[in-house]
T-cell receptor, first 114, second 116 residues
Framework: AQSVAQPEDQVNVAEGNPLTVKCTYSVSGNPYLFWYVQYPNRGLQFLLKYITGDNLVKGSYGFEAEFNKSQTSFHLKKPSALVSDSALYFCAVRDPGSARQLTFGSGTQLTVLP | DGGITQSPKYLFRKEGQNVTLSCEQNLNHDAMYWYRQDPGQGLRLIYYSQIVNDFQKGDIAEGYSVSREKKESFPLTVTSAQKNPTAFYLC???????????????FGPGTRLTVL
């Protein structure tokens, strides 16, 4: 079975500072990993994914994530946070052998303080 | 524009009533999914469908039903058997295996259901 953990329900960061939103995963094979963002009362928007290749993945809006196989982590990062980055962030994993596609973490609410 | 539409955006239901949430996609995607979102619990899979006229239960299928008569449509019915239906419901789709769209899920804007 595949699973995802987002250990922080809430992350607060000052505008202009770097931000990190943590994610760890468990999957039997080589994982496909994803980050999505959700604004209030909206659907999820895709940010980035890791399928294979370079462990550092760059995505939308200046976000990036680093795949670390030994630590089974896929933390989301941004060098300089914006107030507009405040939203709910979801990490998701897919076992390529699973027809059920994605398993989502519980989400992390990011608040960027002006 | 290609995308996923969900209607209505807000829906109110009286206890004991069935209600159907609409999900339509014009992305020509094969697979479609329904998720339920509650505060602090992330997304939980209700039902999914890989092809027309076929669907499978997810983790929390009790009290829900679906149909997949057309590729572009995957309506969800919340029945009176669902004991706590108030939630935000999200529909998603993925493309054909072998395409880049197969590895991403594309989401609709959601329907917020409230039981009065």
């Amino acid at each position: 079975a595949q699973s995802v953990a987002q250990p922080e329900d809430q992350v607060n960061v000052a505008e202009g500072n770097p931000l990190t939103v943590k994610c760890t995963y468990s999957v039997s094979g080589n994982p496909y990993l994803f980050w999505y963002v959700q604004y209030p009362n909206r659907g999820l928007q895709f940010l980035l994914k890791y399928i294979t290749g370079d462990n550092l993945v760059k995505g939308s809006y200046g976000f990036e994530a680093e795949f670390n196989k030994s630590q089974t982590s896929f933390h989301l990062k941004k060098p300089s946070a914006l107030v507009s980055d405040s939203a709910l962030y979801f990490c998701a994993v897919r076992d390529p052998g699973s027809a059920r596609q994605l398993t989502f973490g519980s989400g992390t609410q990011l608040t960027v303080l002006p | 524009d290609g995308g996923i539409t969900q209607s209505p955006k807000y829906l109110f239901r009286k206890e004991g009533q069935n209600v159907t949430l609409s999900c339509e996609q014009n992305l020509n995607h094969d697979a479609m999914y329904w998720y339920r979102q509650d505060p602090g619990q992330g997304l939980r899979l209700i039902y999914y469908s890989q092809i027309v006229n076929d669907f499978q239960k997810g983790d929390i299928a009790e009290g829900y039903s679906v149909s997949r008569e057309k590729k572009e449509s995957f309506p969800l019915t919340v029945t009176s058997a669902q004991k706590n239906p108030t939630a935000f419901y999200l529909c998603a789709s993925t493309g054909h295996p072998g395409t880049s769209a197969y590895n991403e899920q594309f989401f609709g804007p959601g329907t917020r259901l409230t039981v009065l």
